[in-house]
């Protein structure tokens, strides 16, 4: 049995510019998340919209590719003799059994979407949160000076 599916997982990482760099948007997305729920970052609601609407695209793709990635999880029905049964567990192996394999890169790509989605969604209640204030402030200094 030919493995490629090491080929194929890098394939899967190269839609992000490669696995290191679908490594690096992991940790920028975590990092994004925790500058967001820190009020670090925060964006208005168009410029959310853009970023929630990429986002969101993106995750329509995999999750249309996911229905085809479950499969890859299950052992394949090779037949019962032992060539098969070692067939079949080494195709699993391959599929999913370290950070560079097609089921774990694949569900990496997933799990950063969505802590972009959620930074996304903090960033915006952030700008919105941030610009009442200011609303509120600079209320109070009119209020003050019409007096």
């Not at 992000?16 to 925790?34: I, P, S, W």
């Not at 950063?112 to 919105?128: F, G, P, R």
């Amino acid at each position: 049995m030919s493995d490629n599916s090491g080929d194929v997982a890098t394939q899967v990482a190269n839609v992000f510019g490669g696995e290191q760099q679908l490594n690096t948007m992991n940790t920028d997305a975590k990092r994004m998340l925790a500058d967001a729920q820190a009020g670090r970052w925060a964006v208005d609601e168009e410029t959310g919209t853009h970023l929630r609407r990429a986002v969101s695209q993106m995750q329509d793709q995999l999750t249309d590719v996911s229905r085809r990635v479950y499969l890859l999880k299950q052992a394949p029905k090779f037949g019962n003799d032992e060539y098969a049964r070692m067939a079949s567990a080494h195709f699993l192996q391959a599929m999913d059994s370290d950070d560079q394999s097609l089921v774990r890169v694949f569900e990496a790509a997933r799990e950063m979407l969505t802590t972009l989605s959620q930074a996304i969604e903090i960033a915006i209640s952030k700008y919105d949160a941030a610009d009442d204030a200011a609303t509120q402030a600079l209320s109070k200094f009119k209020d003050q000076g019409s007096r």
